[in-house]
């Protein structure tokens, strides 16, 4: 089945600089990927997925790339502020249409 | 918000009791999921539902229950065979197909 894992666990940038989060997948048929931010002690929320047929898609300071020759697909989030830390989780799509999760990244934003 | 009501927002449990948590959606979604967050980890899947009378067990199902009677409602029973039940419990649903999943607040276990 579907295995993803997701790097790094832990990442502190400096408010202002980019943050990159990345995570692999295992399963080739997979083409659905999501990414969510979850704030401490809420839900979790979409920011941002892409679809195989696509290879990046932005909105605003977050874009996902997506490279499926190698299974992998990242986060990027350009001009980090203090209300981007969170905890950020990518998923995949398996055949049952089921997300597979990411352990997920703690995102800490210095001042 | 977002269409999708868990309640409590938190529950109690004491030994030998078994409890059920409320999930409701008005977004018109077939399926519907009950994951399972311990502090500081991710998502384990509990349970899920694709359509009304069916269900599947997910990675971590022992000592949980569901029923899907109705396309709506997805409870949760946490039975008293879950020895360590404290968590954050999130329901979530989503149309059918590969898409995005949208989630509830929540609801937080403890033991008494």
């Known amino acids: 089945g579907e295995n993803v894992e997701q790097h790094p666990s832990t990442l502190s940038v400096q408010e202002g600089d980019s943050a990159v989060i990345k995570c692999t997948y295992s399963?080739?048929?997979?083409?659905?990927f999501p990414w969510y931010k979850q704030e401490l002690g809420k839900r979790p929320q979409l920011i941002i997925d892409?679809?195989?047929n696509v290879g990046e898609k932005k909105d605003q300071r977050i874009a996902v790339t997506l490279n499926k020759t190698a299974k992998h697909f990242s986060l990027h989030i350009t001009e980090t502020q203090p209300e981007d830390s969170a905890v950020y989780f990518c998923?995949?799509?398996?055949?049952?249409?089921?997300?597979?999760w990411g352990a997920g990244t703690k995102l800490i934003i210095k001042p | 918000d977002g269409g999708i009501t868990q309640s409590p927002k938190y529950l109690f449990r004491k030994e030998g009791q078994n409890v059920t948590l409320s999930c409701e959606q008005n977004?018109?979604?077939?399926?519907m999921y009950w994951y399972r967050q311990d502090p500081g980890q991710g998502l384990r899947l509990i349970y899920y539902?694709?359509?009304?009378?069916?269900?599947q067990k997910g990675d971590i199902a022992e000592g949980y229950s569901v029923s899907r009677e109705k396309k709506e409602s997805f409870p949760l029973t946490v039975t008293s065979a879950q020895k360590n039940p404290t968590a954050f419990y999130l329901c979530?649903?989503?149309?059918?197909?590969?898409?995005?999943?949208?989630f509830g607040d929540g609801t937080r276990l403890s033991i008494l």
């Open positions: 977004l018109n979604h077939d399926a």
């Open positions: 892409i679809r195989s």
């Open positions: 539902s694709q359509i009304v009378n069916d269900f």
């Open positions: 998923a995949a799509a398996d055949s049952n249409y089921q997300l597979i």
């Open positions: 399963d080739s048929a997979s083409n659905y």
């Open positions: 979530a649903s989503t149309r059918t197909g590969p898409g995005p999943q949208h």
